[in-house]
């Protein structure tokens, strides 16, 4: 197993309440991704942080927002949450560079009722 | 942006059979292709993956083959196993900035 964790495992919520997903990365990792993979589906890029900024947003509405801190840990933001939000959503690490080897988190599973 | 078309999205095989998994991608900047097996309820899990400056990799029972010009990549399993049974992702670079993947094809490897 990597040493990438998320919290929490599971969530439910209803529409238009807020969430917080957190990812906490491997040791040594800058860099963090956060995907959207829906029943059947492959992951979906949301966005990428590197040393607390964002560079790299897939095509996502910005009501989903993220942070990174220094100690690289990440939260991934959803806003006025609509039934389609209903995912696994995946965190990944990787160290400098851009060609290297990305490693997930056992991923939050969020239900929107 | 990069766009990954993966076939086919089910195969059945006989145990000791091969699996072959074809993806192809649109961007010709991509440089790195990660393959990924997801078993259910898990995370996905890196099983092999090639770079633009290698035509073909091989790790035991897997292998991974890339033509840059025809931009396809092709995952190859021999002797399957039960244990092989899950989805697998392909997936390629975005200007080295995250990955894009391919919809998955649902491998069950029958006794």
């Known amino acids: 197993e990597t040493g990438v964790t998320q919290s929490p495992t599971h969530l439910i919520k209803t529409r238009g309440q807020q969430v917080t997903l957190r990812c906490s990365s491997q040791?040594?990792?800058?860099?963090v991704s956060w995907y959207q993979q829906a029943l059947g589906q492959g992951p979906q890029f949301i966005f990428q942080?590197?040393?607390?900024?964002?560079?790299g947003r897939g095509n996502f509405p910005p009501r989903f927002s993220g942070l990174q801190f220094p100690n690289y840990s990440s939260e991934l933001n959803v806003n006025a949450l609509e039934l389609d939000d209903s995912a696994l959503y995946l965190c990944?690490?990787?160290?400098?560079?851009?060609?290297?080897?990305?490693?997930f988190g056992p991923g939050t599973r969020l239900t929107v009722l | 942006g990069e766009n990954v078309e993966q076939h086919p999205s089910t195969l059945s095989v006989q145990e000791g059979d091969s699996a072959v998994i074809k993806c192809t991608y649109s961007?010709?900047?991509?440089?790195?292709f990660p393959w990924y097996k997801q078993e259910l309820g898990k995370r996905p899990q890196l099983i092999i993956d090639?770079?633009?400056?290698?035509g073909e990799k091989k790790d035991q029972r897997i292998a991974v083959t890339l033509n840059k010009t025809a931009k396809h990549f092709s995952l190859h399993i021999t002797e399957t196993q039960p244990e092989d049974s899950a989805v697998y992702f392909c997936?390629?670079?975005?200007?080295?900035?995250?990955?894009?993947f391919g919809p998955g094809t649902r491998l069950s490897v029958l006794p």
């Open positions: 090639i770079r633009s400056n290698v």
């Open positions: 990944a690490t990787r160290g400098e560079g851009p060609y290297n080897e990305q490693f």
């Open positions: 942080y590197y040393r607390e900024e964002e560079n």
């Open positions: 997936a390629a670079d975005n200007y080295g900035q995250n990955f894009v």
């Open positions: 040791s040594g990792h800058n860099t």
């Open positions: 961007d010709s900047a991509s440089n790195y």
